[in-house]
C-alpha cells in the first residue's frame, strides 16, 4: 500500500468524523472533530490527514504551544481507521515531526489514551519515547457529565452542585 500524509482541510471533516467518533468511543473519550476545531486545526500547520487505498485512513492535530522557555508541538489527537493501521500512523508521524523541526519545533508531544497499544507501537517505531509524567484532568460544569457520558458510552444527567466545587 502507499500510504502519505497530507496537511488537514475543513473539508476533511466528513471523512474524518467517523474515525474520531469509533476512536473516542473506544477509549472513553470526546469526540475532538468539530467544524470550529477542523478550522483551527487547519490553520495551524501541523494537522495532517493519512491518505491511501480507500481515501482517508487517519488523521492527527496538533498544534505549537510556546511556555516562555521553548516551543511544544503538542498533538491532541493520533487515530486512524481501521484502528491500529500502522502504515497511516507512522506516516501521520513523519509528517508530524517533519513539520515541527520545519518550523524550529524541537520537542513534540503526543496525548495518547492509555489503552491505545497500537498508537504506542507507532510512537515507539518513529522514535518517540514515553515522557515519566502523568496527565490528571478535571471538567467543570454541565460539561463534566458530558465527559463522565462518553467515557461510559452512556448519557449521564448533570449531578446537583457539581457544576465548579
Not at 10 to 29: C, S
Not at 145 to 163: M, R, S
Request: charged share 25%; glycine share 12%; no cysteine.
Amino acid at each position: 500500500m502507499d500510504t502519505h500524509a497530507r496537511p488537514l482541510e475543513p473539508e476533511d471533516a466528513p471523512a474524518i468524523a467517523g474515525i474520531d467518533a469509533a476512536y473516542a468511543r473506544a477509549y472513553g473519550l470526546e469526540p475532538r472533530t468539530g467544524a470550529a476545531s477542523l478550522r483551527f486545526f487547519a490553520r495551524t500547520g501541523h494537522a495532517f490527514v493519512a491518505e491511501g487505498e480507500g481515501g482517508v485512513r487517519g488523521f492527527v492535530l496538533a498544534q505549537a504551544l510556546f511556555d516562555g522557555e521553548r516551543p511544544t508541538l503538542f498533538a491532541g489527537r493520533l487515530a486512524s481507521a481501521p484502528p491500529g493501521d500502522d502504515e497511516a500512523l507512522r506516516a501521520l508521524l513523519r509528517a508530524l515531526t517533519k513539520s515541527a523541526y520545519d518550523a524550529g519545533v524541537y520537542d513534540l508531544r503526543v496525548e495518547l489514551p492509555a489503552g491505545d497499544a497500537a498508537g504506542a507501537e507507532a510512537l515507539q517505531a518513529e522514535r518517540f519515547g514515553v515522557a515519566p509524567t502523568a496527565v490528571y484532568s478535571r471538567h467543570l460544569g454541565s460539561r463534566a457529565a458530558a465527559v463522565a457520558a462518553a467515557a461510559d458510552g452512556a448519557g449521564a444527567e448533570p449531578v446537583e452542585g457539581d457544576d465548579h466545587g
